[in-house]
């Protein structure tokens, strides 16, 4: 079963960073876009940034916009986020996929779901 690891996450304080990386284990990531998702205690998952292929065209949630930056490096199979002035609500199983943008932004991804990395704010 395809699937990303995502690694990264921890416990910070609101107004810190963290850089979230996914390594697209068994696959090559270089002719799909990627996304960044996550998914709160009680809530569903959702779309949080996506990135084309050639890193060309990028897309972010409202929520997340000016705070987080997406990024790839096809080379080593690689995605990041790096995700700066973290507030309480950005606590969350954060999880990458693979798909097209309009999937992405859509909230679905091709590979299965991996564990994803816990990112918790404290206030």
């Known amino acids: 079963q395809a699937h990303a690891v995502e690694s990264g996450g921890g416990l910070v304080q609101a107004g810190g960073s963290l850089r979230l990386s996914c390594a697209a284990s068994g696959r090559t990531i270089s002719i799909y876009a990627m996304g960044w998702f996550r998914q709160a205690p009680g809530k569903e998952r959702e779309f949080v940034a996506a990135?084309?292929?050639?890193?060309?065209?990028?897309a972010y949630a409202d929520s997340v916009k000016g705070r987080f930056t997406i990024s790839r490096d096809n080379a080593e199979n690689m995605v990041y986020l790096q995700m700066n002035s973290l507030k309480p609500d950005d606590t969350a199983v954060y999880y990458c996929?693979?798909?097209?943008?309009?999937?992405?932004?859509?909230?679905?991804?091709?590979?299965?779901w991996g564990k994803g990395t816990q990112v918790t704010v404290s206030s």
């Open positions: 996929n693979r798909g097209t943008m309009s999937t992405l932004k859509g909230g679905e991804g091709m590979d299965y």
């Open positions: 990135i084309s292929w050639s890193g060309g065209i990028i």
